[in-house]
């Protein structure tokens, strides 16, 4: 029923041939049910991580203390994690300590959503202690067990929830969804990268399933005060850019006073953040003439041209969207000209005459500036004759 990638079935096999149990779960059986792939395989088992160690050549003690063993094939690597029930989180994150267990059902039970908590080798088929299939086939993300108690134990579940929704289009159990609401003021137990990693993850899947959720449940506002910018409507918009981060982040955080400061706080890589900044301090910048245009991309590159008129035209209030779009697709065709592209350099000034070095950039600069006007043709021998021109008339 599900195809076992080799390296996955090879595991299973050696470890069923020693005496254990063991399966895939998780992610990946949860994928290939929905017939995704799966980015990742992880295999649960009876067997400890010595005698994983022991069975197989090529291994990493990924988390011994958990059980994690990830064994090396030449086409993927597979985290083999020993059946376990974890212990107390006085930490709301990682479990105090963890048991070890020959019981399936309980290592399904500390599992977070009913989907991830699915175990399946070739011959006992899919072992679902949850129910997991039925929310598979509702398209419903619900907890296993209490969800109050499970946020509890781990906050991040809570942005996990809003995450598979959005990655997944699911919507979010009632009772889970509830528990979102009321326990997410434990989210402040969460570091700031993991909260970044789950809420942009959000971002870039179905906005409104995801990232809508975190804005009604009210978890947005408890990561940072200032995203209570966030509205319904803005939303809507994100929901029709394309799923590239630093453009659905503009959108999102358009208004808010220091973007930069909040995205730092949720720990964006700097390019990223750089990129969101530059968008937004140009949105309301006239893109209304060729020039405005070709200026703009020979100082901040084709794409963010291309990325701040999708942003505009999502967020409406611009009425001339459909001119910019018109505007963009020709002059990309005719093709836009960067400064490295100007066929004339410093070393033919110095050439033609021109003595210091300050005023080579300048009379460059200058150059470049009417080529993108349109009064002058990128051609050498006429940039050179205005060049000359320039020279002798001061
Ligand atoms: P993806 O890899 O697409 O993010 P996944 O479900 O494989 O999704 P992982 O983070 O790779 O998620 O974790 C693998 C499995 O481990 C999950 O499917 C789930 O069963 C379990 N798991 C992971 N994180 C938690 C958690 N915080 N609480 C409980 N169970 C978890
Ligand atoms: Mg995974």
């Not at 300590?97 to 006992?124: C, K, P, Q």
């Not at 700031?192 to 809508?212: K, P, Q, S, T, W």
């Not at 509205?231 to 799923?243: F, I, Q, S, W, Y």
Request: some cysteine.
């Amino acid at each position: 029923m599900i195809a076992l990638p080799r390296a996955v079935a090879d595991i299973l096999k050696i470890l069923h041939e020693n005496g254990y149990r063991a399966y895939a779960v998780g992610g990946c059986v949860r994928d290939s049910l929905l017939g995704r792939t799966p980015h990742d395989w992880d295999v649960a088992s009876d067997a400890e991580a010595e005698t994983v160690l022991a069975l197989f050549p090529h291994t990493v003690g990924t988390g011994l203390r958990h059980g994690t063993v990830t064994v090396l094939y030449p086409a993927m690597a597979v985290e083999v994690t020993t059946f376990r029930r974890d212990g107390d989180y006085s930490d709301r994150r990682r479990p105090d300590s963890v048991t070890f267990t020959d019981s399936l059902r309980e290592d399904a039970a500390r599992r977070d959503f009913t989907i991830n908590a699915m175990y399946y080798n070739e011959s006992e088929g899919l072992i679902d202690c949850f129910s997991g299939r039925e929310d598979l086939a509702a398209r419903l993300i619900r907890a296993v067990g209490d969800p109050l108690r499970r946020f509890d134990e781990d906050a991040l579940r809570i942005l996990r929830a809003g995450r598979f929704a959005a990655e997944l289009g699911f919507a979010v159990e009632g009772e889970t969804r509830r528990a979102m609401e009321l326990q997410k003021h434990l989210l402040r137990h969460i570091s700031r990268e993991r909260i970044g990693a789950e809420l942009f993850r959000a971002l870039l899947g179905d906005v409104a399933a995801g990232f809508g959720l975190f804005l009604k449940t009210g978890c947005l506002c408890e990561i940072d005060e200032r995203l209570s910018i966030v509205t319904v409507g803005r939303l809507t918009a994100c929901a029709v850019l394309p799923r590239e981060l630093p453009l659905r982040l503009a959108c999102v955080l358009m208004g808010a006073n220091d973007p930069g400061q909040i995205l730092r706080g949720l720990r964006v890589d700097n390019r990223t953040q750089r990129r969101v900044c530059l968008l937004l301090d140009h949105l309301d910048d006239p893109l209304d003439s060729d020039y405005a245009m070709r200026r703009f991309a020979a100082d901040w590159g084709t794409d963010a041209l291309k990325e701040l008129t999708a942003l505009r035209a999502a967020c409406g209030g611009n009425t001339t969207a459909w001119a910019e779009a018109d505007r963009l697709g020709r002059l990309l065709k005719e093709g836009m000209i960067t400064k490295k592209e100007l066929q004339i350099n410093g070393a033919d000034l110095l050439q033609v005459g021109l003595k210091e070095g300050g005023a080579v950039g300048a009379l460059l600069e200058q150059l470049f500036d009417e080529v993108l006007r349109g009064n002058l043709p990128n051609r050498h021998n006429r940039l050179m004759d205005e060049a000359r021109y320039r020279i002798n008339n001061g």
